[in-house]
């Protein structure tokens, strides 16, 4: 139990409702989009607290929520993949909202998995990485955790530099055959 005591799936997402209804408005005026990541691992309960942000159906109810276009999502590659969603497929059924995109593989299943590197797990990255092409993504997409490399040292808290840097061009060259080169400003062409 924690200091906050148990709870539940509906005081989730009450509190969820409450804080979309005063903040999207704002959002909205200062053109802010807003990108729920998905709870990591998507399991609940956990210490005694619900946690909602674990299924499909969720991320669909949390835009029924709140409709507005910058009520969106960070696709965590990982927490959908522990989910076991077809990734081409659910990435064009949440289409323009997803605002920022997280790379991060995993083998097992959601209550017994471990990291990989990109190329070194089940995900099909180009198939994912054209179906966001598809939907026009020009979101943030950045790798996520990687697993710990001896080079490291210290403890293996997932963003290593060698390792991110193995994922970081294992994921650039996939995505300029997919995207395009970016031009000078960043963007591709």
């Given at each position: 139990?924690?200091?906050?005591?148990?709870?539940?799936?509906?005081?989730?997402?009450?509190?969820?409702?409450?804080?979309?209804?005063?903040?999207?408005?704002a959002a909205?005026?200062?053109?802010?989009?807003?990108?729920?990541?998905?709870?990591?691992?998507?399991?609940s309960p956990?210490?005694?607290?619900?946690?909602?942000?674990?299924?499909?159906?969720?991320?669909?109810?949390?835009?029924?929520?709140?409709?507005?276009?910058?009520?969106?999502?960070?696709?965590?590659?990982?927490?959908?993949?522990?989910?076991?969603?077809?990734?081409?497929?659910?990435?064009?059924?949440?289409?323009?909202?997803?605002?920022?995109?997280?790379?991060?593989?995993?083998?097992?299943?959601?209550?017994?998995?471990?990291e990989t590197?990109?190329?070194?797990?089940?995900?099909?990255?180009?198939?994912?990485?054209?179906?966001?092409?598809?939907?026009?993504?020009?979101?943030?997409?950045?790798?996520?955790?990687?697993?710990?490399?001896?080079?490291?040292?210290?403890?293996?808290?997932?963003?290593?530099?060698?390792?991110?840097?193995?994922?970081?061009?294992?994921?650039?060259?996939?995505?300029?055959?997919?995207?395009?080169?970016?031009?000078?400003?960043?963007?591709?062409?």
């Open positions: 139990m924690t200091a906050e005591g148990r709870t539940t799936d509906e005081q989730m997402w009450d509190n969820l409702e409450y804080f979309l209804r005063r903040v999207v408005p909205e005026a200062a053109g802010v989009r807003l990108a729920m990541h998905p709870d990591d691992p998507p399991l956990m210490w005694q607290l619900s946690r909602i942000m674990r299924s499909v159906e969720n991320f669909e109810r949390l835009f029924a929520l709140a409709p507005s276009p910058v009520n969106g999502l960070t696709y965590c590659q990982g927490c959908f993949g522990e989910l076991g969603v077809d990734h081409a497929a659910t990435i064009q059924r949440f289409g323009a909202r997803i605002h920022f995109f997280h790379c991060r593989d995993v083998a097992g299943t959601l209550e017994d998995f471990h590197f990109p190329d070194n797990g089940p995900t099909d990255f180009p198939a994912m990485f054209r179906a966001l092409q598809a939907i026009g993504f020009r979101g943030c997409m950045r790798s996520d955790h990687v697993p710990h490399l001896a080079t490291e040292g210290g403890k293996n808290d997932g963003y290593g530099l060698h390792g991110n840097l193995f994922a970081l061009g294992y994921l650039k060259g996939l995505m300029e055959p997919i995207f395009g080169k970016p031009a000078a400003g960043g963007r591709p062409a």
